[in-house]
Structure formats: C-alpha cells, structure tokens
C-alpha cells in the first residue's frame, strides 16, 4: 500500500452521483487541491469496478470505496476479495455487523484499510433510540468504534461530533474518516451530526469527507482549493 499523499489538504470529495462523466469531471477539477475521492454506493452501483477503474485513469489521488457492506462474515469476504484488484487504499464496512464481520473484511483484504463505520451522520439521538441502540450517538460510536478496532478495522468512520472522545478510545494510531463536514455557514442538508472542518481537525480526524459544498458550487476547484487552503 502507497504512503498516504500529505502533500494535499487530507480531503475526501465524495463523488455523488451515477454519471461517470460528471465523476470525473469533478475529480480532475478537485485534483490539485485534495488527497482522495471517496466512490460510493450510487456510482459504484450504477457503473460497478469501471467507476474506480476510470476515476483513477483520469486522476493519481487515493481511492476511498464507500460500500459499507454489512451481511454475514462469508459473504463480505466475498466482496472484499472481488474488490481487491482495484486496490482501494480505504473500504468501508459497517461495525454493527460485528467482530467477525469486520475481521473477514480485514483478512480478505490486508493491503486496505478497512474502515469501520460506526454511526452514520444522518442519525440523532432520537432514530437511535427508535432503533434501539442505547445510548447518546456519542456513547453507541465509541462503543462500535472500539468493536471495530479490536477486529482488526484500521480506520473508523464517525460524525465530527465523535473524533475527540472515540480518538480518546482507539488512540493515536487508527485513521479516522470524517463525514458529515460543513465550512462554517453550509447547509446540513440530510446531515444529522455536523461540524466544522477546522474542528474536526482539531479534534484529531485525519481524513474530511466533504461533498455537496465541493461538487454542489458553481466552481468545484475553487470551492475545493478554499476549504484546502482553510485547513493549512
């Protein structure tokens, strides 16, 4: 696995959407100011391997695949290995499906970091409390969090109100990836638990997911370069 890129702002652009055009349009756009491009659900599904396979033809940047599996340990196996030619250097994989589940993925794909994520950032305190899951979002992420890393999970996927209590939990070593980032004034849209890119860094997050304030202004390669050079 390549060393990270430090040179650019440590700055996941989510490329949302199922047109690989746009993808990578907003790839090349972003490119000179961020580290990765995160390929999630929507264009993975729509255009399958091709999306990583094009998206890295057109840029050099880290490959974050959001898939966040979650099924029984044989079967997410089974996808983490049939993945495993696009070299992703991050692939995420839900805590809530368990130890076991979390340590197939890392045995099938040991040249990755297998990101567990723990609360998804469109929940509030009160979907977890209709799901059942005890406790503040705070309480349940560490919790999961800690599920994951004793795994064998690597990296951690937690809202920007978590990173300072689970980075307090897990310690220096584990990667932890942020969604749910918007520059001071951004709408939340379905974000649920959101914070400020300059304070999730603070805090200790190492790697900001930011899409919509990116891929959503008029110019995403400003709009890119302005929160980059925020961050410096």
Do not use: N
């Amino acid at each position: 696995m390549s060393a990270p890129d430090t040179s650019r702002a440590p700055i996941a652009v989510a490329l949302d959407t199922a047109d690989l055009a746009v993808a990578t349009r907003w790839a090349s756009a972003v490119s000179p100011h961020v580290s990765t491009l995160k390929i999630g659900l929507e264009l993975f599904c729509h255009e399958g391997p091709a999306a990583v396979e094009k998206v890295r033809a057109a840029v050099d940047l880290d490959i974050f695949l959001d898939l966040k599996l979650h099924d029984i340990p044989a079967t997410v196996a089974g996808a983490a290995r049939a993945v495993a030619h696009l070299q992703p250097r991050y692939l995420t994989v839900h805590a809530g499906g368990g130890p076991a589940m979390v340590s197939a993925a890392v045995t099938a794909l040991p040249d990755t970091l297998v990101a567990g994520v723990t609360i998804l950032t469109s929940l509030a305190a009160e979907e977890l409390d209709r799901l059942g899951i005890i406790g503040p979002p705070r309480d349940a992420a560490c919790r999961l969090a800690r599920l994951a890393v004793d795994a064998g999970a690597r990296a951690l996927v937690c809202s920007p109100q978590e990173v300072a209590p689970i980075r307090a939990t897990v310690g220096p070593d584990i990667v932890l990836i942020v969604p749910g980032v918007r520059p001071a004034g951004s709408g939340h849209q379905d974000q649920a638990r959101v914070g400020t890119p300059e304070q999730a860094l603070a805090d200790g997050a190492d790697l900001l997911v930011i899409g919509r304030p990116i891929t959503g202004a008029a110019d995403p390669a400003a709009a890119a370069a302005d929160i980059a050079a925020s961050l410096r």
